[in-house]
């Protein structure tokens, strides 16, 4: 969504803010995934967000007929779809989300509509940043340039895609901009070693996820993607590695978009 001012209006308001209907929308540079919502009416008040995919990768909102009806959606893509998070002082990581009462904005008309679901089923404070379990990805070797980072969460923003991002979970300044390989050469094919096989335990090719590291610079249409080390993840028992490959036959610099 680009950078101007877009409003946000909640015909119904928001739950303890039954004055406050429109909302100025903001994504500051370098806050990503993060997204703000801010009162029109009285600009003290704001609501920290992020697209709930980023939190929970097959997290899905059943709507009832008077909400279809109020947000005037016409198609699924049209639907967007935020988290109300908490960022608690002092250690952002611990960061929750709240999933019972999602924001679902119609991108088009911009009217919004907070969702109020069964807390037993959809957590208030369901962990942004987990530290085990799902979401997590772990790399026993690190990533080229920092053996020191291990432990990682892929977000995977449903309006990027086919864009993925790495988050470290032991650093909250840097992250890693991937791009899903086959989105861009569909005859891609990583050569593993014995070594990289044996770390992966790899049962099944379908298992893997393979992700190209991306440079985006100023000119986003110029951006490459780094062929001669991929990254592959075992999407089942959710270990990564970095992979190695010969410059001469796989490029560091790929053409994400290609000339016409």
Same mark, same amino acid.
């Given at each position: 969504?680009?950078?101007?001012?877009?409003?946000? %209006? +909640? &015909?119904?308001?928001? *739950?303890? @803010?039954?004055?406050?209907? =429109?909302?100025?929308?903001?994504? !500051?540079? #370098?806050?990503?995934?993060?997204?703000?919502?801010?009162?029109?009416?009285?600009?003290?008040?704001?609501?920290?967000?992020?697209?709930?995919?980023?939190?929970?990768?097959?997290?899905?909102?059943?709507?009832?007929?008077?909400?279809?009806?109020?947000?005037?959606?016409?198609?699924?893509?049209?639907?967007?779809?935020?988290?109300?998070?908490?960022?608690?002082?002092?250690?952002?990581?611990?960061?929750?989300?709240?999933?019972?009462?999602?924001?679902?904005?119609?991108?088009?008309?911009?009217?919004?509509?907070?969702?109020?679901?069964?807390?037993? %089923? +959809? &957590?208030?404070?369901? *962990?942004? @940043?987990?530290?085990?379990? =799902?979401?997590?990805?772990?790399? !026993?070797? #690190?990533?080229?340039?920092?053996?020191?980072?291990?432990?990682?969460?892929?977000?995977?923003?449903?309006?990027?895609?086919?864009?993925?991002?790495?988050?470290?979970?032991?650093?909250?300044?840097?992250?890693?901009?991937?791009?899903?390989?086959?989105?861009?050469?569909?005859?891609?094919?990583?050569?593993?070693?014995?070594?990289?096989?044996?770390?992966?335990?790899?049962?099944?090719?379908?298992?893997?996820?393979?992700?190209?590291?991306?440079?985006?610079?100023?000119?986003?249409?110029?951006?490459?993607?780094?062929?001669?080390?991929?990254?592959?993840?075992?999407?089942?028992?959710?270990?990564?590695?970095?992979?190695?490959?010969?410059?001469?036959?796989?490029?560091?610099?790929?053409?994400?978009?290609?000339?016409?």
């Amino acid at each position: 969504m680009s950078q101007e001012e877009i409003i946000i %209006t +909640f &015909p119904g308001a928001l *739950p303890g @803010f039954p004055e406050l209907r =429109e909302f100025r929308m903001f994504e !500051p540079e #370098g806050t990503y995934p993060l997204k703000f919502l801010q009162s029109v009416a009285s600009p003290d008040i704001s609501f920290t967000c992020m697209d709930a995919v980023t939190v929970k990768a097959d997290y899905e909102v059943p709507l009832a007929p008077e909400v279809a009806l109020v947000l005037g959606l016409e198609k699924p893509s049209d639907a967007m779809v935020l988290a109300i998070v908490v960022v608690p002082d002092g250690d952002p990581r611990r960061m929750t989300a709240n999933l019972a009462g999602p924001l679902v904005i119609n991108t088009t008309t911009r009217v919004g509509c907070q969702v109020q679901l069964d807390s037993r %089923t +959809f &957590p208030l404070e369901y *962990p942004v @940043f987990l530290l085990r379990g =799902e979401g997590q990805i772990e790399f !026993p070797s #690190g990533l080229i340039g920092f053996p020191d980072l291990s432990s990682f969460q892929l977000l995977e923003p449903s309006d990027a895609y086919p864009l993925k991002f790495l988050q470290p979970l032991e650093r909250d300044d840097i992250h890693f901009v991937a791009i899903d390989v086959a989105a861009i050469k569909s005859d891609y094919v990583v050569p593993l070693s014995d070594e990289d096989a044996q770390a992966l335990a790899l049962e099944d090719p379908s298992d893997a996820l393979v992700l190209a590291l991306v440079v985006i610079p100023e000119d986003p249409r110029q951006m490459t993607a780094n062929l001669a080390g991929p990254i592959l993840i075992n999407l089942k028992s959710r270990q990564g590695r970095q992979i190695v490959l010969n410059t001469d036959r796989f490029p560091l610099k790929y053409p994400v978009i290609a000339d016409k």
